[in-house]
């Protein structure tokens, strides 16, 4: 299953968890956790982790690697991190239409459950699929577990976006970007790369097809990317303003940003 451990972070000495809120993020390709107190500002645990493919088996393998994982709870919640979703204006979405159109858009998606979010707060709604057997394992094993897609999740991260504001969390080999301009989405999508121009092909071609100027956005990213990495250094030849997004957890041993959705995971459920 070439099962990867990328991260792992555990008390040194026993601490007691008060409160403990358990943040999961899930995509075709990985697994992370963490665990916090309710405030999401001190850190107990955390994992991450990734695989060809993330099945119900390898989440079983990593669960069973990290029983605290499955301890109790004050509240579970779960990020579903899967790039194919549809976003749709309220006044457009009709929940009996939701499945003709994600066949409409991506066809039909055998073994998956397709599932529509509202987001209020931007008139939307995100309607996303989910592989059947990881939900309904999940939903056993979490039974009191909330659940959001990434998109609604990181819209509920967004201040201020004018003159422009480009949003980036990045992955091992893909990267999700919301772009937005005078406080409106312009394009909430996920992208494969595989070296750093693939990332700024991406990046320009959006900025020049709703024109934002590169001297101009905001551009703040967050997720597994280096400062000192050939790929930040290609951003910032490209753009002034950039900014990392960094988790409000103390005393980690790594760079904040690579633990920003889990934060935001477990800000959310606080």
Sequence with gaps: MNLKKLFQISPESSVEMIQPVLSMSIGEKHFSFAISNAQANQLYHLASFSADEMTTEVLAEILSLHPEASAAFYKVSVCYNYPQHV?????FYKSENAGDLWKAVHGISAGKN???????QWQLNDVYTVPQDI???????YPSASYKSFTSLALKQTGSSEPGLLQIDFGVDEFQVLAFKQS??????SFSYSAPHDVLYHLLNICNEYS?????VQVNISGLIDKDSALFNEMYQYFIKIDFRNATWNHVEYPLHFFTLLNDIARCAS
């Design 184 to 189: 409106k989405l312009l394009l909430a999508e």
């Design 212 to 216: 934002l100027s590169q001297n101009e």
């Design 87 to 91: 976003l749709v204006p309220q006044e």
């Design 114 to 120: 397709i599932i529509s979010e509202s987001t209020p």
């Design 135 to 141: 939900q309904q394992f999940l939903m056993r094993r």
